[in-house]
């Protein structure tokens, strides 16, 4: 009677002691379900604009299994084309932060336009360290527009080229002929010029050749 009596309270002590573990953290398992990365699992079902605050414009995100993507829509006109070109920003930034993106994995974008509203601002972080930007290096200027722009007029980069000129400033001004607001057939050629420029002056890497590498390697002449 007593064997059974200490056998029965043997299993009910150790029924108390299993029912108390505590169950070990899983940190790995846990991680998956961050905000960060259920977010990569999360796609657009609406659209948020933004509105700019000249004309009836705003601009939009929206998510799909091929990335985020940026669109500008000017309600006016009944237009709608990407903000930019998720492939040729991935290639920029890459350049200049050293880490590596493509067009269906960019960083997240808060940007602000600027007060003309023609162009946009924003802050990405880097894994190495950039270069910062040195007094010495400000003012390295490039003007470029659309020599029949019908949405704002080349008259003002002229004006503003013709003022430098007359304060003694080095700057450069390139005018792309026979092209609008968003420089057409030449947008590929506008990009990599405006690369090659940050990329002497913020990188102090500078382009020896007089070809286009990175155009003749997208697009091989024909022979």
Not at 50 to 55: D, T, V
């Amino acid at each position: 009677m007593k064997k059974s009596a200490l056998l029965l309270l043997f299993v009910f002590v150790s029924s108390i002691s299993f029912a108390q573990e505590t169950p070990k953290p899983n940190y790995r398992q846990a991680a998956k379900y961050s905000p960060k990365n259920l977010a990569k699992l999360v796609h657009s079902t609406s659209v948020s604009p933004h509105w700019l605050k000249k004309g009836n414009r705003f601009w939009y995100q929206y998510k799909t299994s091929d990335g985020a993507n940026y669109y500008i829509v000017d309600a006016d006109k009944k237009t709608r084309k990407k903000l930019f070109d998720n492939v040729k920003m991935a290639k920029w930034l890459t350049e200049i932060t050293k880490n590596p993106y493509d067009g269906q994995h960019l960083p997240r974008l808060s940007f602000k336009f600027n007060e003309a509203e023609t162009a946009i601002r924003f802050r990405v972080t880097a894994t190495e360290e950039v270069p910062k930007v040195d007094e010495k290096e400000k003012g390295n200027l490039m003007l470029i527009h659309g020599d029949v722009d019908n949405n704002v007029h080349p008259a003002g980069t002229i004006r503003m080229a013709n003022e430098l000129i007359k304060a003694n400033k080095r700057f450069k001004f390139m005018l792309m002929p026979g092209q609008r607001h968003g420089f057409g057939n030449m947008t590929e050629y506008s990009f990599w010029l405006r690369a090659d420029h940050f990329s002497k002056f913020f990188l102090g890497v500078e382009a020896t050749s007089v070809d286009i590498t990175e155009m003749n390697r997208d697009n091989p002449k024909k022979k």
